[in-house]
């Protein structure tokens, strides 16, 4: 602002002297320096209240940005908490459904049996059916053969054991 230089500086305090007079400029000097203090002081005091005021303003920025950062993350979180929900309930319509009306997994007439179709004469000849039947109202495939299972099982318990062993009657 004011271009004071050396030299400027030294006429300006030979002029002072000349004008003013010895016994006076110490006097002077020090009513420049108390004020020139002052002013120090209030350019100071000004700066740190806009630099507060800058503060705050940053500061309603970033809680601004906070909150619109919070409101964000609470909409997705709503956003996807009604999406689970809406797949639980989903989910628990289809299950109950499924235990309200099952439905064969299987169609009797065109299922054949395992065992049946690898040829497997053991499983056959213990009276594994060829074909599902419709067994106790049911046609799955797993209740049919365990069924055949059982009345294999039974059957061979029924049948007549024999009482002595080969080797016993030939007498060894």
Do not use: C, W
Request: proline fraction near 5%.
């Amino acid at each position: 602002m004011f271009d004071f230089t050396s030299s400027k500086l030294l006429i300006l305090g030979i002029v002072a002297l000349l004008v003013i007079g010895p016994k006076d400029l110490p006097a002077l000097l020090r009513t420049v320096g108390k004020y020139v203090g002052i002013i120090k002081r209030q350019a100071a005091e000004f700066r740190a209240q806009f630099d507060e005021a800058m503060r705050e303003s940053e500061l309603a920025e970033l809680r601004k940005s906070v909150e619109s950062i919070q409101q964000e993350t609470e909409t997705a979180m709503q956003d996807a908490q009604s999406s689970v929900e809406q797949h639980l309930a989903d989910a628990r319509a289809s299950v109950d459904g499924a235990i309200a009306d099952p439905k064969p997994a299987v169609n009797s007439e065109t299922y054949e049996h395992p065992t049946a179709l690898a040829g497997d004469a053991g499983a056959a000849a213990q009276g594994a059916p060829e074909k599902a039947d419709v067994v106790n109202g049911s046609s799955h495939p797993a209740d049919t053969a365990t069924v055949a299972a059982n009345e294999a099982v039974e059957g061979a318990t029924t049948s007549p054991q024999p009482t002595e062993r080969a080797s016993e009657k030939s007498g060894a």
